[in-house]
């Protein structure tokens, strides 16, 4: 079986939301914050609170890039802040947890479409950001290869296979038989989204591959969907002579319009696809693939009628693969489909799968990405806006400018130090770069063109929405609003608590929610349940059918998982693998809400500053206010059913690989965390036990040999289920 690799986990937050705070002054230079990564390092910062502050802000911004396809900061802050992530998580490996940022892929899927378990996991890539990080991979990757025998000659040639990567949304395609039977979007990399209808429209994309002996019984094709330059194009100059809103790029257009619920509209849209990895195959004799090689499987995805960029290369040294890769960055523009970088692999599939993977990227591959493209315009006015929290950032009201592939009208300035950093006056020439082809930010001011006598922005001293007296902590880089019934940070929570990974109601993006509160209909989010829609009916927009589809995508709210809900409920720090966490542990709403501090960090997954957030947040009369509201309507409160079985394997991490005929492997992995163990994807030294059934992995099998790991065969693991021990001849 082969391992897939998708696109990099290039997650883009709020510019006015708590997670984009995080980030502090970092993001200005395309680089992590070196001088607050060096105060950490001097103990003069808590690298636990900075920790927890990163991975609010990645997670954040992914959810913004994955889930919502409307990413709010460019690749290359992203990246620092994940590189500074990186760079204290290294200094502190103990404080590592399985839902970092730096250990998972992608994003939360939504409720609007089905679940689908991926087989063979859509793993991300790590980046080169220039030369000499794309050479220090290779460096990398020829030691490994000399500990696994290739000697250095034939290391420095081993091959590449370079593409272009697509700037678009990854999907799987499953045929069976020479029938196309599943598609689904990445997801979080173990999970996406069944999107096969949708997918069914796209011309490029055959729903049966041609009979013959070569055909695979079982194949599963990985790709990226895209919307070609002219498609967009002509879909704004459409929108424009209707008179409605413009689309921002073809990334999120082309995300959007696979994710429709109406297969109809994903067909008038044009997308289009490129097929570029295999994730599992089985041949119709059950023999292995003959194939050896990466270019051979994408010789083996032409013949079987599905697209293959014509760019791809094979090349001999990583001199050829960056000559490749600078000739792309200076001809991007020439295609007909934006590109955000190359994808460089290793061509030779036997050495991939020796070499492996971490936690969330194949070390045999790597993403080159391009650098940020730059223009000058003026700069208008400077506005601050205040999100869901009450932070304050100013935003950058600009000429429009058409950069990086869109025309930009507002950028971020993060806060009151990077404006005054950053030296930019409403009056200026500055410039504006657009990282990744996504989200543009400024620069800094062309100082040339300053007229003379230009005065310096000061940040306001009041909410400029309510009046109340902005707060900054000390120590801290972010001014806030403290009042919590700002019309702006209550429209901001209502606009969360609707959002797609926490309780996913259609229809409450930002212009509705503003439309409510003006008409007094919306003061709190326990108040889109009490919705008064007789008085929509002749509002401009909000004709019967819209108002039906509303009323039903509330009701379908209140049946959301209890994870979706405490998602929803905006509490500081805590994010989608502690609701989960909590929802898991405790069962009901209530139990969480009266659970100690002692309580809730007994929760595996929950730390100190999560526990101490989520305490406060059930402390606040007025929280506790909108919960009777919520249950008053019928909201659903319950998670899972704990777990009444024997906790036999407390803390063990057991690893399962092939079908077992008893389980599947969401099955599997649920009955070992229901007897109180862990179920990782991956072989390492805390590995307590392997399970093998059929179609067992090579990889994981050798490595657990290789650290002397047990391997039980399925009768084996039911006896440690039962027992919590090993067999004798397996101890």
């Not at 490129?274 to 013949?303: K, N, R, V």
């Not at 069962?587 to 526990?611: C, K």
Request: charged share 25%.
């Amino acid at each position: 079986m082969l391992r897939d690799v998708a696109e990099p986990t290039d997650a883009p937050t709020d510019p006015t939301d708590e997670a984009a705070g995080a980030s502090g002054a970092s993001g200005a230079t395309g680089a992590f914050a070196a001088d607050e990564l060096t105060a950490v390092d001097r103990g003069e910062l808590d690298p636990v609170a900075r920790i927890d502050e990163l991975r609010a802000t990645i997670g954040y911004h992914s959810r913004r890039y994955h889930e919502l396809d409307a990413p709010e900061i460019p690749d290359a802050e992203y990246d620092a802040l994940l590189r500074e992530l990186q760079h204290l998580e290294a200094e502190h490996p103990d404080l590592i947890t399985p839902d970092s940022p730096t250990q998972v892929v992608g994003g939360a899927i939504s409720t609007t479409f089905a679940e689908v378990v991926h087989s063979v996991p859509m793993m991300s890539l790590d980046n080169a950001m220039d030369e000499a990080e794309l050479r220090s991979w290779g460096e990398r990757t020829a030691r490994a290869l000399a500990k696994l025998g290739v000697d250095a000659d034939a290391a420095a040639t081993v091959g590449y296979v370079c593409e272009l990567k697509i700037d678009g949304l990854a999907v799987s395609l499953r045929y069976e038989h020479g029938a196309f039977v599943l598609g689904a979007t990445r997801g979080d990399g173990r999970k996406g989204e069944d999107v096969t209808a949708n997918l069914r429209t796209i011309e490029a994309i055959p729903t049966r591959l041609p009979k013959g002996a070569t055909t695979p019984a079982v194949i599963e094709v990985r790709g990226e969907v895209y919307m070609p330059i002219a498609v967009f194009e002509a879909l704004n100059r459409s929108q424009a002579e209707a008179g409605g809103h413009l689309y921002v790029n073809p990334r999120n257009t082309a995300a959007g319009s696979l994710r429709q619920k109406d297969a109809a509209m994903t067909a008038s849209r044009k997308l289009a696809f490129w097929s570029y990895q295999l994730g599992e195959i089985a041949m119709p004799d059950g023999t292995p693939p003959t194939f050896t090689t990466h270019h051979e499987t994408l010789d083996l995805l032409g013949s079987l009628g599905f697209p293959v960029n014509p760019e791809i290369q094979r090349l001999g040294t990583l001199d050829e693969v960056y000559a490749f890769c600078r000739h792309w960055q200076e001809h991007r523009h020439d295609l007909d489909y934006e590109i955000d970088g190359v994808v460089v692999k290793l061509d030779d599939l036997a050495l991939r799968e020796q070499l492996g993977v971490t936690a969330k990227a194949p070390r045999w591959a790597i993403a080159f990405k391009f650098p940020p493209e730059e223009r000058t315009t003026k700069l208008l006015d400077i506005q601050v806006l205040i999100g869901r929290t009450g932070r304050a950032t100013p935003q950058a009201q600009l000429e429009p400018v058409f950069v990086g592939g869109s025309t930009v009208a507002r950028a971020t300035l993060h806060n009151q130090d990077q404006v005054k950093l950053k030296d930019v006056r409403p009056g200026d020439t500055v410039i504006v770069r657009k990282a990744g082809d996504v989200i543009p930010e400024v620069v800094g001011p062309v100082l040339s063109e300053r007229p003379e006598g230009l005065a310096e922005w000061v940040f306001p001293t009041h909410c400029p929405v309510c009046g109340t007296a902005l707060v900054r902590p000390e120590g801290g880089a972010d001014h806030r609003c403290p009042n919590t019934s700002c019309p702006a940070r209550v429209a901001g929570s209502i606009e969360h608590f609707a959002g797609r990974s926490a309780l996913d109601i259609e229809g409450f993006g930002e212009s509705s929610v503003r439309l409510f509160q003006s008409m007094g209909m919306l003061g709190g989010i326990a108040d889109i349940y009490s919705l008064d829609f007789d008085r929509l009916a002749g509002v401009e927009g909000f004709g019967d059918t819209s108002i039906a589809n509303m009323r039903a995508a509330i009701e379908a709210s209140k049946q959301r998982p209890l994870a979706n809900l405490l998602v929803g409920l905006n509490i500081r720090h805590l994010a989608n693998a502690g609701s989960e966490a909590l929802a898991g542990h405790f069962g009901h709403l209530d139990q969480i809400a009266a659970a100690s501090l002692d309580d809730l960090l007994s929760v595996e997954g929950v730390g100190q500053i999560i526990a101490e957030s989520v305490r406060a947040w059930f402390d606040d009369p007025d929280n506790l206010a909108v919960i009777e509201k919520l249950r008053a309507a019928g909201v659903n409160f319950v998670g899972p059913e704990a777990s009444g079985k024997p906790q036999t394997i407390t803390g063990k991490a057991v690893v399962v690989t092939g079908m077992l005929e008893a389980y599947n492997r969401d099955e599997a992995e649920a009955i070992i965390k229901a007897h109180g163990g862990k179920s990782p994807g991956s072989v390492s030294k805390k590995t307590f036990a392997v399970v093998v059934g059929d179609g067992a992995g090579a990889s994981k099998l050798t490595k657990a040999t290789e650290l002397g790991v047990p391997v039980l065969d399925e009768a084996a693991f039911v006896h440690l289920l039962a027992t919590g021990e090993l067999p004798a001849a397996s101890a």
